[in-house]
């Protein structure tokens, strides 16, 4: 789907949730509650890779899945912090999370 750089961002362009949808538009985000900007991070129990080798088991390179980050590698997080995200919400964000992630979708030129 083309979105127009003439028209307003609708509902369906923009959404609150952990990861963008892969649905073929370039994604932006930005904090739910305070509209600050945010910056990946990598998991601290896999290093961002995801997945974890399995020590235990007698085969060398059998990996699982990251308990910690249930295989994501990482997240999204708020450059702000959480006491002045608190502070300071957007305009009826109010009960927004510290932490909520709001992905919108980039119009194309």
Known sequence: MYISP???ATAQDKLITKHPPNDGR???C???R???SCIPYDCDN???EGEIEDDDWQWEGE???CDW???DGGGWECCS???WCEANPAPGREDVAHGAIEWFVIPKR
Request: aromatic share 16%; with cysteine.
């Open 30 to 32: 930005q904090c739910a």
């Open 63 to 65: 990996f699982y899945t």
């Open 34 to 36: 305070c509209g600050s």
């Open 6 to 8: 003439f028209r307003m």
């Open 26 to 28: 370039e994604w932006d």
């Open 81 to 83: 912090s959480k006491e």
């Open 46 to 48: 896999c290093g961002g």
């Open 69 to 71: 980050c249930r295989g």
